[in-house]
């Protein structure tokens, strides 16, 4: 089984060389000795001024004026104020070296503590790998800095280990036929479902996109997971639990949903053009604002669902429950598909001019690239 470290080929013509990297980091002394030595500089002149300075300011003070009857002690009182504030700046010094030295092996500990959890990733134990994740959650709640890339490792995780790259539209219609895809995921591959559960109750990185298209996790469970603007398109979640889940503008094109349990989850301005979500459980989902022009939600339970605004051109509803579904303003035409019995004639639909216009994107986009063989012989 290859590492995870393995999936990242290296450059073309520059091989990794870890021995270097380690030895190009500055060591904490080096980072150190700078505020050190101007601090010394600081205290040295602060130190020569106590020293000298209190003849010079004590006739400054006096002017034309008649000199104390004890003039040494009158110095020796000057300079005793000035050593006094020099031993407080020395003290400011001290506690600031401190802090610095504190910030910088904190650093160190959460870099080492970052790279063996990346090492862990690549074990062929499941028990060590589930630690590392773990570890990498750890690492993002106590450091913000690190979030965003901590978020696209696990999708990367992920993916490396359940993505199928010649899915496309056509499978979201056949169920999968891996001999193991009726095995909840959570005792098929305990790490995947992991990674899963803790990008799902991460705080959300604004403007951060999970790549987890052509993902194959039948049965997953992604209750409650907080998952905006994830990219699911092609993937497979058959009979996978949805209870409560923010897939807020979430990317679902083509996503098979059949048998999923979508009860009380959020997919506001969700793209699902050409999902199926045959036999789906959806009492309660928020599908307001929802592309689902070409969807299959045949036998599907809509029950309470909020519809509002949708796009149900082309979609098919035989068989779908819509009792107390809010139906205001969707879109739909004579290529609608309505359950038996249902009554469309009190809908109103919304005039096309009057739409907001609908980002236009094709298949295409989504298609896999061949790898192309680079033939050129090397650059000398």
Known sequence: MKRFEDHVPPLPGHPVRTDKIAGARPSVLSRVSGPFTLAALLGLAALAGAVFLPRYLLAWDLGTAKPPADYAAAVNNIRTALLQGVGGLVLLIGAYLTWRQLQLSRHGQATESFSSAIAHLGDSSVDVRLGGIYALERISRSSTTDRRVIGEILAAFIGNRARDPQRDIQHACHA?????????????????????????????????????????????????????????????????????????????????????????????????????????????????????????????NLRGARLDYGDLRGATLTGAVLTGASLKHVVFDETTVWPDGFDFSHLRPVRRRSLSPIRPRTYEEFAVQAAIAENDPPAK
Do not use: C
């Not at 999902?275 to 299959?296: P, S, Y």
């Open 176 to 300: 999968t036929t891996a001999p193991d895809s009726a095995i909840n995921l959570s005792l098929r591959a305990p790490d995947i479902h992991a990674a899963l559960t803790v990008l799902g109750r991460r705080d959300p990185v604004r403007n951060q996109v999970l790549r987890l298209d052509r993902m194959v996790l039948p049965k997953a469970n992604l209750a409650s997971a907080r998952l905006h603007d994830v990219d699911l398109h092609f993937s497979d979640l058959a009979e996978a639990s949805l209870v409560g889940t923010d897939l807020t503008r979430a990317d679902l094109t083509g996503v098979r949903l059949a048998g999923a349990i979508l009860v009380d989850a959020v997919l506001y301005q969700a793209d699902l053009r050409d999902a199926v979500l045959t036999r789906a459980i959806a009492e309660g989902v928020d599908l307001r604002g929802t592309d689902l022009t070409k969807a299959e939600l045949r036998n599907a």
